[in-house]
């Protein structure tokens, strides 16, 4: 057994034999031994003054920090009208119509994800926010003075400098980066969920209970665990059965080493009925194909109808309850 592989089949043998310990435990006492509630401030946060998430808001609408002006952020991340902050699209389309290479993951709660990206290749929310701007396949704009040039044209100066009050120039790539942030750190989701690891025994009903027994018992708590019931840790995509998709080798192109080939971010599961389609490449178009497809490849089982839909029933508890804009309603 290699060391790397060892890394990443052991702590799922060690989630697998915990769940499996807890046969004379009530539900509730099972569910907070493997997640907590999601928090109420992300870290930094409280340094965001409301000039700079207002800020932020609205340069997450901006289709003037695209190239040709059909796109902003909110393009591929939809938080109009209570959205779940993606595009329902395997991959997204860029500006140009080009074709992207994963699929565009939620922006609800992702200040809370160890790094940003399916590949990890950033750590922070303010990392995350330059780069769709510059990339070829997202928003395509060729430099940071076309940014500038464009944001002033549109009237921005006087909402920069009351966010950046001490700054003679204020319109810079690191200033839009750090309102953007600010604005996604306003995205923590709401669910019932929560309300039941906070004592209220009886938000979510008998049947979603038992759905979140057998999400435990099957051992999907090995990678979905936490707050975010995901996006803590990193795991190979494929690693009892490979995963069809071999052309993505996820981490690895971004570290250069062979022992990341086919590692991805493991994605959150907060509101996860209302992002399909599902996985880095989209490719799984319905729920109950992640979920069977997921239990096959990660954990080398198959799952009956049964424990699909018990499964399912227990994300119903994860639906975010919470809209980015309330006035909208």
Sequence with gaps: MTKHFAFTILPLLYFVGLSQSYTHASTHEIALSFFEPLPAVMQGAEQDSAVLIELGKKLYFETALS???????????????GAAGVDHLPVSIGALASIGDRNAP??????LHVAQFWDGRVKTLTQQAKLPIFNAKEMAMTSESQVIERL?????????KRAFSKQLLPINIENIAHALAAFQRTLISKDRFDDYLTGDKGAINQSEKEGLRVFIEKGCVACHNGALLGGQLFMK?????PYPNKKDKGKAQVTGNPADNYFFKVPSLRNILNTAPYFHDGAASTIEQAIEDTAWHQLGIKLNTQEVKAIKAFFNTLNNQKVAFPEQR
């Design 67 to 81: 190239i040709n002006h059909s796109q902003s952020c909110n393009s591929c991340h939809n938080l109009n009208n």
């Design 106 to 111: 939620t922006t609800w709660n992702a200040g």
């Design 152 to 160: 002033y044209n549109q009237g921005y100066l006087a909402a920069f």
């Design 237 to 241: 995509m494929g690693i009892v059965h």
